[in-house]
């Protein structure tokens, strides 16, 4: 699973979690940078392919084209000069399937094609976001046109955010508020009949520390716990929810922000899948091979990076 490609849904990590890999697959987030995908050095272009892999006189081998998901594709993602993403490409069977690009203008992002969605933003004199329109891309008819309007109090912090739709109905409001830190803490979420609410917490040196996610008619949903050495992710608890029951839990481990053991486990606490990564890095300390292996069924998957630098 690759940093460009990896999922996760929650609109609050717009605000929290820019540095979190599993925050890049969202449409509504801004886009990658050599920061967010820790990479190293002035990269260019990175073409990831991945394989099926086997286990052979000791060393794991290539067997065939594969990704572990299938909605995982081989991909060609390009960098601009000073490191935000401006284009991948994704590929299927050799030939391109899609394209998602952003487009750049001073420095701030003003429109973004990604994952089926063509958004546009403006900004205010301060360099804030103030508007955002988009549309669904795979709307057959003529696409409609959204709204996101951006609130800010005097601090400069995003305490509002209005979505309605071409006809000026409300589709959803969302606000943001804060600590004496002016972090973050909780976002209420009305869409409809239905509210969504996320609470954060932070540890003494700032980061991210809790998250918890839900609405008001199915309780607690998802919460997700990290743990930090010399302020740098080690370790990230993921626990589901359903009527307010644990579900199951994933808990993933880190090594300088590479993902190298993940575990899962049922309601019962029992490990269902155990997923060990090992990895090859180039010169400047960029992993160029990844190899994953699971325990519930013995599956190896081979994931090569070529990486171009300016």
């Not at 073409?47 to 594969?66: D, R």
Request: aromatic share 16%.
């Amino acid at each position: 699973m690759t940093p460009l490609q990896s999922t996760f849904y929650s609109l609050f990590y717009i605000i929290f979690f820019p540095f979190c890999s599993k925050a890049q697959e969202d449409w509504k987030l801004d886009a990658p940078n050599w920061k967010t995908e820790n990479l190293k050095g002035r990269v260019r272009i990175i073409e990831e392919k991945s394989f099926v892999g086997k286990e052979q006189n000791g060393t794991y081998v290539v067997v065939k084209p594969g990704w572990e998901s299938t909605w995982e594709k081989d991909s060609k993602t390009y960098f601009d000069s000073v490191g935000n993403l401006v284009k991948v490409d994704f590929y299927q069977l050799g030939k391109v399937l899609r394209t998602e690009y952003f487009t750049y203008q001073n420095s701030k992002l003003i429109e973004r094609f990604r994952l089926y969605h063509h958004s546009f933003y403006d900004y205010d004199s301060y360099g804030k976001i103030i508007r955002e329109r988009y549309r669904f891309i795979s709307d057959k008819k003529k696409p409609t046109l959204y709204l996101i309007e951006y609130v800010y109090d005097a601090a400069g912090n995003l305490i509002v955010k209005n979505e309605s739709d071409s006809l000026k109905n409300v589709l959803g409001i969302d606000s943001i508020f804060y600590n004496q830190q002016n972090k973050p803490i909780k976002m209420l979420s009305y869409h409809q009949d239905r509210m969504d609410f996320q609470y954060v917490k932070y540890d003494v040196n700032g980061n991210v520390q809790e998250l918890i996610l839900g609405d008001d008619e199915d309780g607690l949903a998802e919460k997700f716990s990290f743990t930090y050495e010399n302020d740098q992710l080690k370790m990230e608890d993921w626990t589901l929810y359903i009527d307010n029951e644990m579900d199951g839990k994933v808990i993933s481990y880190f090594e300088d922000r590479n993902e190298v053991k993940v575990m899962e486990t049922d309601k019962d606490g029992e490990v269902t899948n155990t997923s060990l990564s090992s990895y090859e890095f180039d010169q400047l300390g960029n992993w160029i091979k990844r190899t994953n292996k699971n325990s519930k069924d013995n599956s190896v998957y081979i994931i090569q990076r070529k990486i171009t630098y300016f």
